[in-house]
T-cell receptor, first 116, second 114 residues
Framework: EADIYQTPRYLVIGTGKKITLECSQTMGHDKMYWYQQDPGMELHLIHYSYGVNSTEKGDLSSESTVSRIRTEHFPLTLESARPSHTSQYLC???????????????FGPGTRLTVT | KNQVEQSPQSLIILEGKNCTLQCNYTVSPFSNLRWYKQDTGRGPVSLTIMTFSENTKSNGRYTATLDADTKQSSLHITASQLSDSASYICVVSDRGSTLGRLYFGRGTQLTVWP
C-alpha cells in the first residue's frame, strides 16, 4: 500500500469558488505529479515537480496551479472553479532508479471534483 | 504521435475463467511498459513493469508479455476472481526526456461475474 494521501476524496462546489486539493506522501519521493482523468478516458498529466521549488506544466493545459514548498506536500489550487473543471484528480509520486527510468509511480486515491 | 491503444474496451467473464487483455503502442523511444489495475474510484496500482529486454513478467495470477519489435503487450489473468473486476491500464514510458513521460491507454474495463 502506497503512503500517498489525497483530501478531500469528494468535493462538490459552486462556480467561482477557490479550491485547493491536498496531496501528501511520506515516502520521501522527489518527483510528484497531478493527473486529470475523466470517466472511461486516459489519465492526462497536468502538473509535475522534480523537487522542492520545482513545478512544471504537463501535457494537458490546465487553469490550476501547484506549489512544492515541502518534499512531502504538493497541493493543487483552482482560483475560480468552473463546471468544466469537473473531473477526477489523481496525485502520484516517484523516485528515479538507475538509468532506465524504471521508477515506480505510486498513486493516491484521487479527488472527485464536481463544480455546479 | 505517441499513443497507447488497448483492446477490448470492456470484457465480462465468469469467475474462475482466464482472460487476456491487449495493448499496442507507438511510443518512441521506448523505455518501459507497465500494467496498472484501477478499482472504481481509486488510484491505479502497479501490477508489472517491463523494460525493452524483458519478454514476460508475472505477479501472482497476472502475467504480462512484451514484444518490443511489434510494439505489443498483453496481460493474462488466470483463474479470475470477483476482486479482479477493475480497469486495467497499459502505460508506456519514453526515454526521450528526463521525466520519462508516461503515456496512458484508456484501459480495459473487466467485470468478473460469479
Amino acid at each position: 500500500e502506497a503512503d500517498i494521501y489525497q483530501t478531500p476524496r469528494y468535493l462538490v462546489i459552486g462556480t467561482g469558488k477557490k479550491i485547493t486539493l491536498e496531496c501528501s506522501q511520506t515516502m520521501g519521493h522527489d518527483k510528484m505529479y497531478w493527473y486529470q482523468q475523466d470517466p472511461g478516458m486516459e489519465l492526462h498529466l497536468i502538473h509535475y515537480s522534480y523537487g522542492v521549488n520545482s513545478t512544471e506544466k504537463g501535457d494537458l493545459s490546465s487553469e490550476s496551479t501547484v506549489s512544492r514548498i515541502r518534499t512531502e506536500h504538493f497541493p493543487l489550487t483552482l482560483e475560480s472553479a468552473r463546471p468544466s473543471h469537473t473531473s477526477q484528480y489523481l496525485c502520484a509520486s516517484s523516485e528515479s532508479k538507475g538509468q532506465e527510468k524504471t521508477y515506480e509511480q505510486y498513486f493516491g486515491p484521487g479527488t472527485r471534483l464536481t463544480v455546479t | 504521435k505517441n499513443q497507447v491503444e488497448q483492446s477490448p474496451q470492456s470484457l465480462i467473464i465468469l469467475e474462475g475463467k482466464n482472460c487476456t487483455l491487449q495493448c499496442n503502442y507507438t511510443v518512441s523511444p521506448f523505455s518501459n511498459l507497465r500494467w496498472y489495475k484501477q478499482d472504481t474510484g481509486r488510484g491505479p496500482v502497479s501490477l508489472t513493469i517491463m523494460t525493452f529486454s524483458e519478454n514476460t513478467k508475472s505477479n501472482g495470477r497476472y502475467t504480462a508479455t512484451l514484444d518490443a519489435d511489434t510494439k505489443q503487450s498483453s496481460l493474462h489473468i488466470t483463474a479470475s476472481q470477483l476482486s479482479d473486476s477493475a480497469s486495467y491500464i497499459c502505460v508506456v514510458s519514453d526515454r526521450g526526456s528526463t521525466l520519462g513521460r508516461l503515456y496512458f491507454g484508456r484501459g480495459t474495463q473487466l467485470t468478473v461475474w460469479p
